[in-house]
């Protein structure tokens, strides 16, 4: 814990950034009132000269200063946007003193948000050249080169993917959350209940998730509202039974719009011990073809550590099996720090990828979750130092690009190692698109079922209100019918004319 005396009067929200952006350097960063001590001394000056905004800021530690000054002429506006940017320049000078101090060195820069692509984009669709997005990026956000470039390269896959991305708001897309799991991995805060078939609660959680679907789907119909993709995510979607699967995507086939001109349907199958021929045969019966099955690592040894009860050639066996079946689009996840595994079991994991060539690849890198079992006995699991995490991280750029994948969706995450990201890699042509809805936040995403986060956004005006539904089977169960209530509510402030042809 770092504790840091702050001078000077700061309201809540400042101070929050101030800690966010220390928690890039520390593990925890605590500030203290003005006149105590911390183990830092931080001071910050601000002044006008002519039309510039200048800051100043000044760290002390055991008798060392470090100095920062950033200027930026006034960009105008109200007070709000004033106030953002006089907040940016405190961020700028904060971001170097404390790189200067620590050495070490932020390639997000002073972004501390989940979505950098977002960003990217606004600016594109503002009429900036892709050199001069670059200059932003760089000069107002200190972001490195090499992350620009990233982006850059994700902003083009993605707008290849899907050309109407910034047109995209008249649909919606679907996410349905299914909370079981055959265990709990130790680093997962999805809604993750092991699955035990006694006490009736899959049926009853099953009975209400189809309700959902119905009056959803009968208000898309209503408004002849297109559906651009389905996720079924969780959890893990295929613990359920075969005859259950069957069942619920018969639900979704008679009750969304338009099913022909649905772009993608992904099944998360996830966990290789949850995959069955017979399960596979359902996936097909309805047209399913982009499943993920999921690795996470090829080292036995973390995969008992993480708590997965499956063994590496139960991954291998049942990719293949998938793909013999004729699933031809198959994603595959990875997570870079996870115990006990360095530079050597990364390798590893990418060599044995490179024998299966699923269509993408998604490089995640350990986040600790506040409620994860790895958080909560932090001691018990020993993970790669930043230094490794970043050369793994490297590893996977330079395998992906050696294998013909190309990044398509980047995300960023709180309490991520060494403060790196997520990828998705994908051959071309077989990026998910749903991963780019979400992502980019271009459309609406109805989320059904436990754990299912929804996101209206009004097409015109491009606001978001969020609603969540329950994590928790047992109060999904109770409160279905007043979610699906206060969805429908939403959804008729931002459609409220049917869509027209
Ligand atoms: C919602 S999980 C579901 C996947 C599926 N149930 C499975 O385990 O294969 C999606 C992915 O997020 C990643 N993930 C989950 N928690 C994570 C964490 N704390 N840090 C890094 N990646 C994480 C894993 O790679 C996982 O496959
Ligand atoms: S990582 Fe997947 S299988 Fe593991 S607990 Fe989370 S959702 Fe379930």
Same mark, same amino acid.
């Given at each position: ?97 404390? @790189? ?6 932020? @390639? ?373 019918? @007043? ?19």
């Amino acid at each position: 814990m770092q504790t840091i005396a702050l001078h000077g009067d700061f309201k809540e929200d400042w101070v929050r950034m101030f800690i966010h952006l220390a928690n890039l350097f520390f593990e925890e960063t605590k500030i203290s009132k003005k006149e105590e001590t911390g183990d830092l001394d931080l001071r910050f000056q601000e002044r006008q000269e002519g039309d510039q905004f200048v800051v100043t800021a000044e760290l002390t530690v055991q008798e060392k200063t470090y100095h920062a000054e950033f200027r930026e002429i006034s960009e105008g506006g109200n007070e709000k946007e004033q106030n953002r940017q006089w907040k940016r320049l405190y961020s700028h000078v904060l971001l170097e003193v404390l @790189e200067s101090y620590t050495g070490m060195n932020q @390639e997000w820069g002073i972004l501390t948000g989940i979505r950098p692509t977002k960003l990217y984009h606004k600016y594109r669709q503002e009429g900036h050249s892709a050199e001069s997005v670059k200059k932003l990026l760089m000069d107002k956000h200190r972001v490195s080169a090499r992350k620009v470039d990233l982006l850059e390269t994700i902003a083009d896959v993605q707008l290849t993917a899907v050309p109407d991305l910034y047109r995209v708001q008249e649909e919606v897309s679907i996410y349905i959350g299914i909370p079981f799991c055959p265990t709990k991995c130790a680093y997962c805060t999805f809604p993750a209940y092991a699955i035990h078939r006694k006490s009736g609660r899959v049926e009853t959680f099953l009975d209400g998730l189809h309700e959902e679907i119905r009056q959803l789907g009968e208000w898309l119909t209503e408004r002849n509202v297109k559906v651009t993709t389905i996720y079924f995510g969780g959890g893990t979607p295929t613990s359920i039974e075969a005859e259950e699967m069957d069942a619920l995507y018969q639900v979704m086939v008679e009750s969304f719009p338009f099913m022909k001109d649905v772009r993608e349907v992904t099944v998360e199958a996830g966990r290789p011990d949850t995959i069955t021929p017979a399960k596979i045969d359902v996936l097909k019966k309805f047209g399913i073809d982009r499943i993920s099955v999921n690795p996470q690592s090829y080292t036995d040894e973390t995969l008992k550590a993480i708590g997965r009860h499956h063994t590496v050639q139960e991954t291998i066996d049942k990719f293949k099996l998938s793909r013999s079946m004729g699933m031809n689009n198959i994603n595959m996840d990875l997570i870079i720090g996870l115990p006990n595994e360095g530079v050597e079991e990364f390798s590893h994991s990418l060599q044995e990828t490179e024998k299966l060539q699923p269509e993408s690849l998604t490089i995640h890198t350990l986040s600790f979750k506040r409620a994860s079992e790895m958080t909560r006995n932090k001691k018990k699991y020993e993970v790669a130092d930043r230094p490794t995490a970043e050369q793994m991280m490297k590893l996977g750029e330079e395998w992906t690009k050696a294998n013909g994948y190309v990044p398509y969706y980047l995300y960023r995450q709180k309490n991520i190692l060494g403060n790196l990201e997520n990828v998705g890699y994908s051959k071309p042509g077989e990026e998910s698109i749903y991963n780019i809805m979400i992502m980019e936040e271009v459309q609406t995403i109805i989320g059904i079922g436990c754990g299912a986060s929804s996101k209206f956004r009004d097409p015109k005006t491009g606001r978001i209100t969020q609603f969540h539904n329950p994590k928790d089977p047992a109060a999904y169960i109770l409160s279905y019918q @007043e979610s699906i209530e206060r969805k429908l509510e939403l959804l008729d402030e931002i459609f409220p004319q049917p869509v027209s042809k």
